[in-house]
């Protein structure tokens, strides 16, 4: 049973709702686990997660989400039955399934009875509870030259997606003009281009290499990061890790990818940040917390 009181970790003061958040969070691992068994899922932890279970076994006592990764396969499979395997009060949240409100790349799984989400994220209508990340981990070519034209082609769905929801892109009239030309021939393919279609088309360019590319995995979520690329052979074996009071699969190679990662990972850093931006609050539903 994780320990619910105020605490001090590693110089660090974590409140009691903060372990309330962490609890939360937790129980929408527990059940992601359980559908995973269920349909014979692979996932790791990874980022955060992983590093808050190698350092820490459990949390970074300075961290408020939590972090996991699938690969191509098994990320698939998940968006095909996730709508109807996660009930209320959980949410299997995409842009499919908010209707095209907003755009990301990747999933979450939130609980309404608590609040994790920015103010404009509530005003858009979408869920706004206390979140999980699942991310998908892709295959990537060799040559620089195609990993180059990788990364564009699915920054360029991002960024369409933009303007299918009526945001502006930032650069002056010759990058205006350069994406309502793509978005012209995009409507051609999609009709009238909306966030759900162009995620559907983000994770078929995304996973394009899958099967094909034995040697590099990436992390793409948030555009090309070198530090997110790791070899593959890292990640093919998996290892049971503590993490608070479950067990929970990560790469047998987790100390290589936390070293290319971060560096020397088991140094305390002296920046501790959170994802403050965010309104978190584990003990009230998004939609009163917003509406109070």
């Excluded at 609890?23 to 059940?31: F, G, N, T, Y």
């Excluded at 349909?39 to 970074?60: N, P």
């Excluded at 099967?211 to 992390?219: F, K, V």
Aim: with cysteine; hydrophobic share 40%.
């Amino acid at each position: 049973m994780m320990n619910l009181e105020k605490e001090t970790i590693c110089g660090y003061e974590v409140s009691a709702q903060m372990k309330r958040l962490w609890a939360m969070e937790l129980d929408i691992v527990k059940q992601f686990v359980t559908v995973c068994e269920k349909h014979q899922l692979k996932y790791w932890i990874m980022g955060g997660t992983l590093l808050g279970a190698v350092r820490h076994k459990g949390f970074i006592p300075w961290d408020n989400d939590i972090d996991l990764a699938m690969p191509r396969k098994d990320f698939n499979k998940l968006l095909r039955i996730g709508p109807e395997a996660f009930q209320s009060p959980l949410f299997f949240q995409t842009p499919v399934t908010e209707n095209a409100r907003f755009f990301r790349t990747f999933v979450r799984i939130r609980n309404g009875n608590g609040t994790a989400s920015f103010q404009d994220e509530y005003d858009l209508g979408i869920n706004g509870g206390v979140f999980i990340d699942i991310f998908c981990l892709d295959e990537i070519p060799d040559s620089p030259l195609k990993r180059k034209c990788y990364f564009r082609k699915i920054n360029e769905i991002a960024k369409m997606a933009r303007f299918a929801l009526g945001r502006n892109l930032k650069g002056g009239f010759r990058n205006r003009i350069k994406h309502f030309l793509q978005k012209f021939v995009y409507s051609i393919v999609l009709k009238k281009p909306d966030t759900a279609q162009l995620f559907n088309l983000y994770q078929w360019e995304a996973g394009r290499y899958s099967g094909q590319c034995r040697h590099s995995i990436a992390h793409h979520a948030f555009g090309y990061n070198p530090h997110y690329i790791w070899e593959s052979n890292d990640w093919e074996e998996t290892v049971m890790l503590p993490f608070e009071d479950v067990m929970l699969y990560a790469p047998k190679g987790y100390d290589a990818i936390l070293r290319h990662q971060y560096g020397d990972y088991m140094q305390i850093p002296e920046d501790k940040a959170t994802h403050d931006v965010y309104h978190f609050n584990p003990d009230i539903p998004y939609t009163k917390y917003f509406n109070r």
